[in-house]
């Protein structure tokens, strides 16, 4: 398993500062550490975390999963909740046969009403969330599993 994407959408760059009731007090950058060193013991594997605002450019990475064949772990943020385009852009990657792991840091469910409704959950390959940086270690441990 050479190399995971790790995608997050809108907001997440402001991690540790924004709503950290809802979402905890550690970075982005403390979430990449998290990931590395899970990963440390699995060597010649990799995480590429990368964070974008902009809907276009977490599409064309969803792109280069595919051409990459390379799996992904997805927190839409916002876009979960409204961006058909985004949708459309997983469900290529797991009719790919490429595995998808949605993520959230807090549990939707348990939020306000419009947050209840995931427009990616139907085409992602499985969900995690509440569980905050964990979901995304969870996410990759199960990717690390199934690729083993
Ligand atoms: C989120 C949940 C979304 O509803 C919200 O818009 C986010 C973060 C989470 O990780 O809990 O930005 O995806």
Do not use: C, K
Not at 81 to 105: P, W
Not at 121 to 140: E, K, R
């Amino acid at each position: 398993m050479p190399r995971v994407l790790v995608l997050n959408g809108p907001n997440l760059n402001r991690l540790g500062t924004r709503e950290p009731d809802v979402y905890g007090s550690g970075s982005l950058e403390d979430l990449r550490e998290a990931l590395s060193s899970a990963l440390s013991s699995t060597p010649g594997s990799s995480i590429d975390l990368r964070q974008t605002n902009d809907e276009a450019e977490l599409i064309g990475w969803l792109h280069e999963a595919v051409d990459t064949a390379t799996p992904v772990i997805l927190n839409p943020a916002a876009f979960t909740h409204y961006s058909y385009a985004l949708r459309d852009a997983a469900a290529l990657v797991t009719q790919a046969g490429i595995l998808l792991v949605e993520v959230h840091l807090s549990n939707p469910h348990a939020r306000e009403e419009f947050r209840h409704t995931s427009v990616i959950s139907g085409v992602a390959t499985g969900v995690i969330a509440g569980f905050g940086f964990d979901s995304y270690l969870l996410a990759l441990d199960l990717i690390t599993r199934r690729l083993r």
